[in-house]
């Protein structure tokens, strides 16, 4: 990780980007400089997208690229998974987002001179993604070889309002003399490998072997191509996975002089040129307006005529109401979503931007997953993960929960496969995939994988989450609850009863993997054991529920799911004699049974050139030690805080803040909360830093591949559960606020059943006021107060809750003797400080691609 720590004491927001080329402005991130060099990285901050359709920050030339990229969410192409050894259950279906035909291409020749941004003459650049208008706009002076300066205005928008479009428009003035321009806008099938320019290939095309394979056999195979007036359309079907595709693009013109229009569309490629004699002063104008349908089971014929549909009624409406409309639709998001933090415009730019990738990633998936890199790149295959759930997910229930409901529906339509999949695995009820698109396991490394078991508990989290948030008893009755039911029945088989002489019985869970992954496949993993406790209880409770409330629905689920009073009594003695390993010795929670007789790993001598650890050491030599990639333990102390003591959380965050490596971008938020909660503020401020600029800072060096949805979610996270201090345990929103020195005001909007209630942090007190809906209770530090519309209220902060300097002592256990005698001295594998590490033998890139976050 690049992040550079400064002492403590300084709490004084970093800068990681140049602001020379990244100017501050609280709503926009602006460009005023093109470089190559990080072409990557631009590419992935300047994404547009919906959570439907994303295109990357590709320049319009076409031509310079880290990765083209154009993204459908959920389309996929799947292959078989071949492993080097075969066992029993492996997962079979690797699954890979496609990259979708390009609209982005719009090339601009001036008396035959093409402009290549990457070699072009430039007067003036600028580069603008408005996160209030929801468009990315660019202007820029070229000065062509023959000294002629032409201006040129761009813009690119995906709908957040249909989520089927993206728009485009392209004016070109000439300031100087009267030259012929032509321009050339196309629909490119890259899978195909066309490309006059012979762009750069794809990175992922090298760093993923699975992908490169693929390549060289067609994915999309073209159902339809043909022109009618302004408009093209090309239709396709994967062929593997048998997802079909159309899309449509349509031209307008506005120009007051004659021009000429040559269409030409083959299979895999559609181009209309433009060509005029433009004067002096007069701007051609065009407009692209590009549709994209996509089905499991539609042919492409019939989602041709969907795109028909979708450019005919953008013509009817006009361009500007769809820009006006993408307004509109960003205006009300932020009213229910902004976090100010005043009087820092770079942080809260930087906040900003990570809340938009929110809304990017998800906001019109409509019954699609989150995927690790939202519609921004093709890293981890367009996978979903628990990142859904644990991350983004707490951010859309309480701000736009209709998002939230549309990807645990998601969640519903998989259940079948889980099932399936428990089956294979042994397990009653239903085991949700560590990593998948169409619901089947795809995580060909069951270790770090399949075996991540709490990902069903993840999932009744976030299910029990909205459906308190919401109180849409109308989704738990007829889908949540069918997932709360199998998840426990999956708990309740998988653990088992263990008596030990003279300390009673206990519910065991052997043979799982925690968050933390670089411990694998582990008993009594502390993360798990709390998780699958809460599942059983909250499906338990849910049941219930329904029996008292909802007699009919009830009735139903007894004759789908053949629930019993007496498997219920199962779920709820399971869950209250569930084992939470506890260490006497140490006074803390052992992230698993033996995870406190392992060495612990020397974080503090370890070059910084051996890090992240899983790109320089085998897993096994990571899995001996007491190393942590991610929050685990701390995760589960912020999930489920009501069931530890704030000793207990102290004790167990100054045991593994010092060995958790964050390697993963899932772990720095979750540190900074329960830093935050603890009173450790400037570290949690500094952790809040590493993760509001993992993208904007390239602080992993991997922003290229795509924004680290997990962690914008969880920017939020830190905001609004770590300074802000909330908590949601029960039904009653919790405060007790921990705002950092040097802040004055930190404001965030909560919804809850229909309430939006503004909540401002000072250093002083805490003011509440409804913004919209009837009212609601708030409890701080333990008061019960009433909100309503009338007025808002303030109550008065006894300063923000425990502040410790600095971060927990790293060698405060060291020389610590174990229950077993032996003594804590940290080591480190025999070779860490050598340099030759035979890289060349190994595609790094490739395992990043497949293990790093
Ligand atoms: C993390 C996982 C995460 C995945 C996708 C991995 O590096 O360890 O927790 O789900 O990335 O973001």
Not at 806 to 813: L, R, S, Y
């Amino acid at each position: 990780m690049k992040a550079a720590h400064r002492p403590f004491g300084d709490n004084s927001a970093p800068d990681y980007l140049d602001r020379l080329r990244f100017p501050v402005d609280p709503w926009r991130l602006v460009e005023t400089e093109f470089s190559r060099k990080d072409i990557g990285v631009t590419e992935t901050l300047f994404a547009v997208g919906n959570g439907y359709l994303g295109l990357r920050g590709n320049v319009e030339d076409g031509h310079d690229a880290h990765a083209h990229g154009t993204f459908i969410n959920g389309f996929h192409e799947t292959w078989k998974i071949l492993h080097a050894e075969e066992a029993y259950g492996f997962a079979r279906t690797g699954q890979t987002i496609v990259n979708v035909p390009d609209p982005k291409i719009i090339r601009l020749y001036v008396n035959d001179e093409p402009l290549l941004l990457s070699i072009a003459d430039l007067v003036s650049y600028s580069r603008v993604l408005d996160m209030r208008d929801g468009v990315l706009s660019r202007d820029l002076l070229w000065r062509t070889p023959s000294g002629n300066r032409v201006r040129v205005r761009s813009k690119r928008m995906v709908s957040f309002a249909q989520r089927h479009l993206a728009l485009m428009t392209f004016e070109v003035t000439l300031l100087d003399e009267e030259a012929p321009i032509a321009i050339s806008s196309q629909l490119l099938n890259r899978q195909a490998g066309l490309d006059e320019y012979r762009a750069n290939p794809s990175p992922d095309v090298i760093a993923d072997p699975r992908k490169a394979e693929r390549l060289e056999t067609r994915v999309l195979e073209p159902r339809l191509h043909h022109a009618e007036g302004d408009r093209v359309v090309l239709g396709y079907q994967a062929a593997s996975s048998d997802m079909t595709l159309a899309t449509a693009m349509e031209h307008w013109v506005d120009f007051e002089d004659d021009y000429d229009r040559v269409t030409e569309v083959e299979q895999d490629y559609a181009k209309h040129v433009f060509r005029a004699r433009a004067k002096p002063g007069q701007t051609f104008s065009l407009t692209k307006v590009v549709s994209y349908h996509t089905s499991r089971a539609v042919p492409a014929r019939e989602l041709a005529d969907r795109c028909n549909r979708t450019l005919d009624r953008v013509r009817s409406e006009g361009i500007s109401t769809q820009f006006e409309d993408q307004r509109q639709w960003l205006a009300d998001f932020w009213d229910r979503s902004d976090v100010e933090i005043e009087g820092h415009d770079s942080v809260q730019q930087a906040v900003r931007w990570n809340l938009f990738q929110l809304a990017q990633a998800a906001a019109r998936g409509d019954g699609h997953g989150i995927a690790a890199k939202g519609v921004t790149g093709s890293g981890y295959g367009g996978h979903y993960f628990w990142d859904s759930e644990i991350y983004a997910l707490p951010f859309f229930t309480y701000t736009s929960p209709v998002i939230a409901r549309n990807a645990l529906r998601y969640r519903y339509r998989m259940l079948g496969a889980a099932e399936r999949r428990a089956g294979e695995l042994a397990q009653n009820g239903a085991l949700f995939p560590w990593r998948t698109i169409n619901g089947e396991e795809a995580s060909a490394y069951y270790a770090a994988g399949t075996a991540q078991y709490h990902i069903d508990a993840d999932i009744a989290y976030a299910i029990d989450k909205y459906v308190r948030a919401t109180g849409d008893d109308d989704f738990l009755a007829r889908e949540g609850i069918d997932i709360l039911v199998q998840t426990a029945r999956m708990w309740a088989d998988l653990g088992f009863w263990r008596r030990v002489a003279g300390n009673g019985e206990s519910f065991r869970i052997h043979g799982v993997t925690g968050p933390d992954e670089y411990t694998t496949v582990v008993n009594d993993n502390l993360y798990t054991n709390v998780m699958a406790r809460f599942n059983l209880r909250c499906a338990a409770e849910s049941v219930r529920k329904l029996q008292d409330r909802w007699p009919d629905q009830f009735s139903r689920l007894v004759s789908r799911l053949e629930v019993t009073e007496q498997e219920i009594q199962e779920w709820e003695r399971a869950a209250d004699g569930m084992a939470i390993l506890w260490d006497e010795q140490l006074g803390i929670h052992p992230q698993d049974a033996l995870f406190n007789e392992r060495e612990v790993w020397d974080l503090a001598n370890t070059p910084a050139e051996k890090r992240p650890l899983l790109l320089h050491f085998h897993p096994l030599v990571i899995y001996r030690f007491q190393v942590l990639k991610q929050a685990d333990v701390v995760l589960a102390l912020f999930l489920q805080g009501e069931d530890f003591t704030a000793e207990q959380k102290k004790a167990d965050f100054d045991y593994y803040d010092p060995i958790t490596t964050g390697d993963s971008t899932l772990s720095g938020v979750v540190q900074s909360i329960i830093a935050a909660e603890v009173g450790y503020h400037e570290l949690a401020l500094r952790y809040f830093w590493d993760s509001l600029y993992v993208d904007l800072g390239d602080l992993h060096s991997n922003a290229s591949d795509g924004v680290h949805v997990a962690s914008t979610g969880g920017v939020w996270s830190a905001l609004v559960y770590g300074f802000g201090g909330f908590r949601d345990q029960n039904d009653v929103l919790k405060f007790d606020p921990r705002l950092p020195d040097g802040w004055d005001s930190l404001t965030f909007r909560l919804s809850q059943r229909g309430t939006r209630v503004k909540v401002v942090v000072r250093p002083e007190d805490v003011t509440f006021s409804i913004e919209e809906g009837p009212g609601l209770s708030v409890e701080v530090r333990g008061a019960r107060f009433s909100l309503t519309q009338l007025q808002p209220l303030t109550v008065p902060l006894d300063g923000q809750g425990p502040r410790l300097a600095g971060a927990p002592d790293a060698t405060a256990f060291h020389g610590t003797v174990r229950a077993d005698g032996t003594v804590i001295r940290p080591s480190l594998p025999a070779n860490v400080n050598d340099d030759v590490a035979p890289t060349h033998e190994i595609d790094l890139e490739a395992v990043a691609e497949r293990v790093q976050e």
